[in-house]
C-alpha cells in the first residue's frame, strides 16, 4: 500500500538511511529486494533488511548517492518471497526513486 520514498518520487533526500515497503496484511516474513548493479541501493556493511513486528512492513538499509537514479524490484518472476502469511506472492514491482 505504501513505498518510502514513493515510487517515482524524483527529489529524494540522498542522506536517508532507509526505503521500506508496507503492505494490506501481515506477511509470511520472506523477502525479495530485486536488482543489482549501478541502479540497485548499496546496503550498508553489516547490515540488513528487516520487518516490523507486525509483519506489516519491510525495510531495508541504503546509503544513497546524490543526484543519481535508482531502480529496484519487489518480487520478479525468479524471487517471490513477499508473500502473504497465506503464501500468496506479490505481483513484481519495479521501484524507482532518484535522489538530490
Known sequence: VKLVPGNGTTD?????RSISVTFSM????G???????EQFPQ???GERPKWSKD????RLP??????????LG?????HNNFQ???GIPLVPVVYKFTTQ
Not at 519487489?74 to 525468479?78: A, G, Y
Request: charged share 15%.
Open 31 to 37: 523477502m525479495s529486494w530485486t536488482g543489482g548493479g
Open 55 to 58: 509483519k506489516l512492513s519491510c
Open 12 to 16: 529524494v533526500d540522498p542522506s536517508i
Open 84 to 86: 502473504s502469511e497465506a
Open 62 to 71: 541504503v546509503k544513497l548517492k546524490s543526484n543519481h537514479e535508482y531502480q
Open 26 to 29: 501481515p506477511m509470511g516474513g
Open 43 to 45: 546496503i550498508p556493511s
Open 74 to 78: 519487489l518480487n520478479s518472476l525468479s
